[in-house]
């Protein structure tokens, strides 16, 4: 068996890159998040091609509905037609970025996946080559049903909504734009939402435009702008309910006894671990993990996998690149940032070295929380690579709650080993926002006045330096026996030597696990992996 030095070498340095990263976890939460963007210049000047969702399916097995002579079709359906046919309503919430000359379809369904030709198809949500938003179905008889408003570059949020208001009809559509209701459309015909025909591919970020629908492109219409947020709900929002959502923002669970799904479509969501923004792993999973499920609904309307799969220009599954997110969006889209009215933060005053204490931070919201929205702080201590992630679950049923408004959790920091004055900075890395409190870190006390000290506390307020020693503890050590005094003395010299070489070697190694110098040592190693790869023409036999 030959094994060659430079292997050796490599495996190291891919070890040691492997545990700069493991390390360097608490460093990766997401302060800036970029939206999906389907198309853009470079791929499909037209907007033809590019990246889209494709939302999961159920099998239809009963329709009721019907309209205008037609009767409604059973099969294989997508969301929006498992959703609208299960409860007679459908209410979809989307926050967009229109760019000037923005255009294409948001969402959609059709009979025939991307890049084929649908023989049937709506473009449910879209913007005209005119910048003019367009909600609508089409009818049994070929009528389309809309409502129309222009659009102006920016943030939006959208809302379509559509419903039947017996299983035979009339059926109606409706739209809002951010917060503002701008009308409703109706037909007697059976929509294509609603069964005629199935409609198993439903998508967000194109759809099929050609036939009668006004300002498209004739076929796959892919926007050009950016997509942050869909929601599905199975119930028509009204006015206050709307504006309610416009006002905090996304995500949120809002109605939550009515939201069927909620995905977030921003960057590095591929592998979801818990609530946003701690997101950890890569590009590998072809599919967006929603942000909010409601399994009891979704499984109501036929569906157990809520995941949207991924699709790439070319109609296969596959990785959205990190090209097609663009932003950054602004911080006071999101909910945690809107909803957010004060955090005060509660660390003690004065800490011994290697002391471990706890760091309190209240978080108060301006409005009740009678939904469910966790907020993530990193919490660390400058200089040092000590660092925790603390979540706080604002909601009027968490373990958290003080009352509707307020909200406390607590974690653990261990005191650097070297006394001095450190920071300890606590952020909400999703709304770019710091809070740092001033900490003393001081040395172990001697033992001769270890007996007459206490530990120090959490407080709030200003807490006096931990005892040193002093004539008082002077004086209660004197009226020990001389013999005992000098054997008291020696123990205690000894014992000063090892606290003082404990300390030494925690600062060392403290600084030695530094991400800057762990950076350095890791170019380093590159270095001579290098340098030996090129040169090293010795060979270990064993």
């Not at 059976?190 to 759809?207: A, D, E, S, V």
């Not at 606290?499 to 890791?522: D, E, H, K, R, W």
């Amino acid at each position: 068996m030959v094994v060659r030095i430079r292997y050796l070498v490599l495996a190291l340095v891919v070890a040691l890159l492997v545990s700069c990263v493991a390390y360097a976890y608490p460093w990766m939460l997401v302060s800036k998040y970029y939206a999906m963007q389907p198309t853009n210049q470079p791929i499909s000047p037209t907007n033809t091609q590019g990246y889209l969702a494709q939302l999961p399916q159920c099998y239809i097995r009963n329709n009721p509905y019907s309209g205008g002579g037609a009767t409604g079709a059973t099969g294989t359906g997508g969301l929006f037609n498992c959703v609208a046919i299960k409860y007679g309503a459908i209410s979809a919430v989307v926050w967009l970025y229109e760019p000037g000359g923005g255009q294409g379809v948001l969402l959609s369904f059709q009979n025939y996946q991307y890049t084929g030709s649908p023989s049937d198809w709506t473009p449910w949500l879209y913007v005209g080559k005119n910048d003019v938003f367009y909600a609508g179905d089409l009818a049994y008889g070929n009528r389309i049903f809309s409502v129309s408003k222009p659009i102006s570059p920016g943030w939006h949020m959208a809302v379509i909504e559509e419903w039947a208001t017996s299983t035979s009809g009339p059926y109606y559509i409706a739209l809002y734009l951010d917060g503002d209701y701008i009308g409703q459309s109706s037909a007697s015909g059976l929509p294509q939402l609603f069964g005629w025909g199935m409609y198993p591919y439903n998508y967000i970020g194109t759809g099929y435009t050609a036939g009668g629908w006004p300002y498209g492109n004739g076929g796959w219409f892919f926007f050009n702008g950016t997509i942050a947020y869909v929601a599905i709900y199975n119930t028509i929002l009204n006015s206050t309910q709307v504006w309610q959502l416009y006002s905090v923002g996304f995500p949120n669970e809002l109605f939550a006894q009515n939201l069927v799904v909620a995905y977030l479509l921003v960057n590095n969501t591929a592998i979801y671990q818990g609530p946003p923004p701690v997101y950890t792993g890569s590009w590998s999973n072809y599919y967006f993990v929603p942000w909010f499920v409601n399994y009891a609904l979704l499984s109501q309307a036929g569906i157990t996998n809520p995941q949207a799969i991924t699709i790439i220009p070319s109609g296969s599954q596959g990785l959205i690149p990190s090209t097609q997110f663009l932003g950054p969006i602004p911080n006071n889209l999101f909910s945690w940032c809107r909803l957010l009215q004060n955090v005060s933060v509660s660390v003690p005053s004065h800490v011994y070295v290697n002391q471990s204490f706890t760091v309190s931070v209240t978080l108060i919201t301006n409005t009740q929380m009678q939904y469910e929205l966790p907020y993530w702080f990193l919490i660390s201590i400058n200089g040092t690579n000590e660092s925790s992630v603390l979540s706080i679950d604002a909601w009027v049923f968490s373990s958290d709650a003080v009352n509707a408004y307020t909200f406390v959790n607590t974690t653990t920091l261990i005191a650097p080993p070297k006394p001095g004055n450190y920071t300890v900075v606590v952020s909400l890395p999703v709304c770019n926002m710091t809070w740092t409190r001033q900490i003393t870190v001081d040395p172990l006390p001697s033992t001769s006045s270890s007996n007459n000290t206490s530990t120090p506390t959490n407080s709030t307020i200003n807490t006096p330096p931990p005892p040193r020693d002093s004539s008082n503890s002077t004086s209660t050590t004197s009226t020990i026996s001389s013999s005992s005094s000098g054997s008291s003395t020696s123990s205690g010299t000894a014992s000063s030597i090892l606290t003082n070489l404990s300390a030494t070697l925690s600062t060392a190694l403290t600084y030695l696990t530094t991400p800057i110098v762990i950076v350095v040592l890791a170019l380093v190693i590159i270095t001579v992996a290098y340098v030996v790869y090129r040169r090293s023409t010795v060979v270990i036999k064993l």
